[in-house]
Every structure is written in structure tokens, then in C-alpha cells.
């Protein structure tokens, strides 16, 4: 009986052992399906891995913030790079083309024999102000020029000379406008200012021509107001006066008007004068020696005329540059017989460095050189003269070297710049002689 309960254990032993082994297999295959499922469901969770892209850097990222006021170079210059600035087109392109001229004779850029070591970038400023502002810009940040010559009109010197300042780039110009050098230490002026021509004037008319009684014929516009200033001034401090300082019509060819408050007389109309004979025109008596014209030559040949026409004789005639033209020389010269003017260059001058730049234009060109070709050339001599010292690496090491400079010999005469960075000049005193212009100072 025992062994019949024993043998009933074992048989149920087997056939648990046996449910067991069946079922094992399908259990660990479930687990194992299991697996890839909770493995796919977590793949996105995790970081993939991915060349990042790349990051800018903070100050890139940063918002734009507006430039100030100066701002220096961001690079070194390039220091045997001069930019220049001249109106190519518009109503100065010729006096620009000559200025280019001028300076590429001065780089000697052209020179087969020995290649120049200058390299010289110009750009065209027109006529308009923004134009020569975005010359500027483009010279000094993306060329990064040493320093740049430029010519201008009244109108557009200020514009270059702050943007310059800003810039943080030399800059000498060849404009007459008066002050523009207060734009700050970067700007240079060489011209013969207004004020200069007048200071040089005055002064040989009370010491050469010893007159010391003045009036003053002036266009009335801006230019005709500021030169009346700048003379009665000048005339005070050589102890002198000015008698009348009377303006006209800038449009006006009649001047009888003017002739009569001038002289003091009741002259007759010109119709009047006609039908008279030379022997009845009385000689007018001045209460002054010599007359100050600051006009443009032509407009000065019609006020000469009509002076002689009303027998204003033994009249001392006295001018700015203005008067160096070559409209001086045409039909009416004759009205001009004595006068005197002032500018910085004259063809047939005294001076030795003068007559050397002559003889090199005409070879080079065919052609005699003007003002603005003298004043280019000699600008340039002084910008490479500086810059033949090697150590002269930055444009502020420029701009002192500039300053320094004392008693250069040019085509115009001798140069120095002073604290105002106004080029300091000894004015070409000229004279109408004989029908031709001579240089008596």
C-alpha cells in the first residue's frame, strides 16, 4: 500500500517537471521579444549624434550698436597705399583729370625703368557730397590707405573732413573753403586761402605799391561778403582804411551805378558819354588809391572797361587767385594793364622748383601745367617724401611727421604746415605788364 502511494508522488513529480520543461521555452522567448520593443521606444529619448553646426561668437550674436564717433583703423594700413579723391566726372572732371595727372607724374607710376614702390587708388567724388563721403570710408576702412589727397569744392570739404575725423585717416585737401581743418587732428589743408591771398596783398600794396586808402567792388553773395571782411581786417592792421565797399548784382553787366557811388560824381548815362567827345570826359577825382575786385576775371574785364569808359584813371586794380584764368589773357587784357594778383603758381615764375616741375609736366604731358596740377604734384611730393623714411609705420606716426614738416620746396613755393594744419605759403604776388603776366614776388 505504501509503495502504491510512493509510486502516485513520483508520478506527479514527473508530470509537474514535465508541464515545466514545456512551458520554459515559450516564457524566455516572450522576454526576449520584449526586449526590442522597449529598446525602439527609447531611441529618440536618447541624443543623436551629429556634427553640431557652428556657433557664432557672442559678440556676433550681439544687436547692432552704432558706430562711434571716431573709430581707429582695425588693421594695420597699408603704408605705401595713398588713395586719392577727385572729381573725374561732373563740372570739375577736367580740373580732376589734371590732378590725376599730376600725381601719377609725382608716384612716377609710369616710370618703365624703375617700377615705383607706390601704389596709388583713386576714386571718383563727382560732384556730390555723399560721394566724396563714401570715397573716404572706402579708402581709409577697406583699402586702409596711409592717408589720402583729395580735391573739393566749397560744398563738400566739411562732408570729407568729418568723415576723415571719423575715420580716423590723414587727409590733405586742396580746397580753399576757410576753417575746414577744425573737423580735428586728421585733416590738412594746402591752398592758398582766402585769408592768405589777402594777408599777401594788403601787404605789398602798403609796402610795395604804398597805398593806404582802399574801396571795395564785391559780387554780393557769400563769397564777394566774406572776402570784404577778410579785407577790411587786413587792411586795419597794415594801418590802412577802406573808403566804400560797394556790391553788385552777381548777373549784372551794367555798372554805371556803382561806378557813380564809387567816385563820388555824377557821371553821365552811358548814351550821354557816347555822344561826347574824348576831350570833354573830365578826369574823375578818387578818394581812394586802389580798388579790391574779388570776382572772376571776365566780370572783372566788364568792370575795368567801364572804369576807363568813365576816365577812373591812374586806379591801382587788386585781385584774389580768382584773376589767374586762362580767360586773362583774351580780348580786353588791356583794361588790366598794372593790376595785381595773388596765387600759389605761375608758369614762367622765379623760383628754380618751379620751372624743374614745368619742364617734367610738359615732357611727360605736352601741355604746361595750371594751379591745380602744382598743387597736386607738390602735395604728393610731400605725402611720399614722408614716407620714405621707413619708419613711419602708422597714420599717426604720419600725421606727425606731416606737422613736423618745415620749409618744403615745391612747384609752389616753400610749405609748412603749423598747429592748424593749414599749409603755410609765401604767396605768388603777379602783374598784368606789357599784356603778359609776370611774378614780381
Not at 571716431?70 to 597705399?81: A, E, H
Not at 588713395?83 to 570739375?92: E, K, N, S, Y
Not at 587708388?121 to 556730390?128: A, K, M, Q, R
Not at 576753417?179 to 594777408?199: C, D, K, N, R, S
Request: a neutral charge.
Amino acid at each position: 500500500m505504501k509503495n502504491d502511494r510512493l509510486f502516485q508522488r513520483i508520478c506527479i513529480l514527473a508530470l509537474v517537471v514535465f508541464f515545466m520543461n514545456c512551458t520554459k521555452g515559450p516564457f524566455i522567448a516572450q522576454q526576449k521579444a520584449a526586449i526590442p520593443e522597449v529598446k525602439t521606444v527609447t531611441k529618440p529619448i536618447q541624443s543623436p549624434k551629429v556634427t553640431p553646426l557652428p556657433i557664432k561668437p557672442p559678440e556676433a550674436r550681439q544687436p547692432e550698436v552704432k558706430s562711434p564717433v571716431v573709430l581707429p583703423p582695425s588693421s594695420p594700413v597699408n603704408r605705401n597705399t595713398i588713395g586719392c579723391i577727385f572729381p573725374l566726372t561732373g563740372r570739375f572732371g577736367d580740373a580732376g583729370g589734371k590732378a590725376l595727372d599730376a600725381v601719377l607724374l609725382s608716384a612716377e607710376i609710369f616710370n618703365q625703368r624703375f617700377p615705383s614702390p607706390w601704389k596709388i587708388i583713386v576714386v571718383d567724388s563727382g560732384d556730390s557730397a555723399e560721394k566724396i563721403k563714401q570715397a573716404v570710408a572706402y579708402l581709409a576702412d577697406q583699402k586702409k590707405v596711409m592717408a589720402i589727397v583729395a580735391i573739393s569744392g566749397t560744398a563738400e570739404a566739411n562732408d570729407a573732413a568729418r568723415e576723415a575725423q571719423k575715420r580716423q585717416v590723414p587727409l590733405i585737401m586742396i580746397a580753399s573753403k576757410e576753417g575746414v581743418t577744425e573737423a580735428g587732428e586728421y585733416v590738412f589743408q594746402h591752398f592758398l586761402t582766402p585769408t592768405q591771398q589777402i594777408e599777401a596783398l594788403t601787404k605789398y600794396a602798403r609796402n610795395t605799391l604804398n597805398v593806404g586808402i582802399f574801396s571795395v567792388l564785391y559780387p554780393q553773395d557769400d563769397y564777394g561778403e566774406e572776402m570784404v571782411r577778410h579785407f577790411r581786417s587786413e587792411v586795419q592792421k597794415t594801418g590802412g582804411k577802406v573808403d566804400k565797399a560797394i556790391p553788385y548784382n552777381k548777373t549784372q553787366t551794367d555798372f554805371t551805378e556803382q561806378i557813380k557811388t564809387l567816385t563820388g560824381n555824377n557821371i553821365e548815362t552811358s548814351e550821354t558819354v557816347y555822344a561826347t567827345t574824348e576831350d570833354a570826359l573830365k578826369s574823375l577825382s578818387l578818394g581812394f588809391e586802389a580798388l579790391f575786385i574779388p570776382d572772376s576775371v571776365l566780370r572783372v574785364k566788364m568792370i575795368a572797361s567801364q572804369l576807363a569808359f568813365y576816365d577812373a584813371k591812374g586806379l591801382k586794380l587788386l585781385g584774389p587767385s580768382l584773376w589767374h584764368s586762362p580767360d586773362l589773357m583774351k580780348k580786353g587784357i588791356e583794361y588790366l594793364e598794372g593790376a595785381s594778383f595773388v596765387d600759389s603758381f605761375l608758369v614762367n615764375g622765379l623760383l628754380s622748383h618751379t620751372n624743374d616741375f614745368v619742364d617734367i609736366y610738359y615732357s611727360a604731358y605736352g601741355r604746361e601745367p595750371g594751379n591745380i596740377e602744382a598743387l597736386s604734384y607738390d602735395t604728393m611730393e610731400m605725402v611720399l617724401s614722408i614716407l620714405e623714411d621707413q619708419q613711419i609705420k602708422t597714420r599717426a606716426e604720419f600725421i606727425r611727421a606731416l606737422l613736423a614738416l618745415e620749409g618744403f620746396r615745391g612747384a609752389t613755393g616753400s610749405i609748412s604746415f603749423g598747429g592748424n594744419r593749414v599749409a603755410q605759403k609765401d604767396a605768388f604776388i603777379l602783374r598784368v605788364q606789357n599784356g603778359k603776366i609776370e611774378q614780381v614776388k
